[in-house]
T-cell receptor, first 112, second 113 residues
Framework: SQKIEQNSEALNIQEGKTATLTCNYT??????LQWYRQDPGRGPVFLLL?????KEKRKERLKVTFDTTLKQSLFHITASQPADSATYLC???????????FGKGNQVVVIP | EAQVTQNPRYLITVTGKKLTVTCSQN?????MSWYRQDPGLGLRQIYY???????DKGDVPEGYKVSRKEKRNFPLILESPSPNQTSLYFC????????????FGDGTRLSIL
């Protein structure tokens, strides 16, 4: 069965540095991949979507890459700020399959 | 303001007492879905709806019912709640499917005693 892996250990990073999160998957060939941010007690908030024919997507200080050979997506937050502290979820999907498969999330803590 | 609204936000109830969690969106979205989020398991889809009167099971539909009589509303019904349905529930919507940004509500924390 499909498996989506995000690091269960929190990423502690100094303010101003680049935070990099990994989303690995097996037994799955997603057509697109999404990243969400979730704060405690709140619902996930959409950040970026990248499709299988795209290598990289950017939005302000965020960058996502998608490597279908490595079966991996990397999520980068450049010039990280304490306000970036949250849990980040990756989600994978296929066209014609009405299910989004979510990873368990990876917490980021930005230290001032 | 564009939003997905869930009610109630918190509920403590007892086994077997039917309950409904409401979900409403004001963005004229066609696609709506329900998820539950449990520690160590992540978000799992319960039911989804492609449009009015069109619903289908997600990954964990047992013990739940839904209906989609109007485009904006997608209630989640627990006919006979059990303790294993204690969880954090999220409703989400998108313009027309999953290959688009999903807009989530702020969640409903259910405790079934």
């Amino acid at each position: 069965s499909q498996k989506i892996e995000q690091n269960s250990e929190a990423l502690n990073i100094q303010e101003g540095k680049t935070a990099t999160l990994t989303c690995n998957y097996t037994n799955y060939s997603p057509a697109y991949l999404q990243w969400y941010r979730q704060d405690p007690g709140r619902g996930p908030v959409f950040l970026l979507l990248i499709r299988e024919n795209e290598k990289e997507k950017r939005k302000e200080r965020l960058k996502v890459t998608f490597d279908t050979t490595l079966k991996q997506s990397l999520f980068h937050i450049t010039a990280s700020q304490p306000a970036d502290s949250a849990t980040y979820l990756c989600a994978l999907g296929k066209y014609g399959n009405n299910r989004l498969a979510f990873g368990k999330g990876n917490q980021v803590v930005v230290i001032p | 303001e564009a939003q997905v609204t869930q009610n109630p936000r918190y509920l403590i109830t007892v086994t077997g007492k039917k309950l409904t969690v409401t979900c409403s969106q004001n963005m004229n979205h066609e696609y709506m879905s329900w998820y539950r989020q449990d520690p160590g398991l992540g978000l799992r889809q319960i039911y989804y709806s492609m449009n009015v009167e069109v619903t289908d099971k997600g990954d964990v539909p047992e013990g739940y019912k839904v209906s989609r009589k109007e485009k904006r509303n997608f209630p989640l019904i627990l006919e006979s709640p059990s303790p294993n349905q204690t969880s954090l529930y999220f409703c989400a919507s998108s313009l027309s499917g999953l290959n688009q940004p999903q807009h989530f509500g702020d969640g409903t924390r259910l405790s079934i005693l």
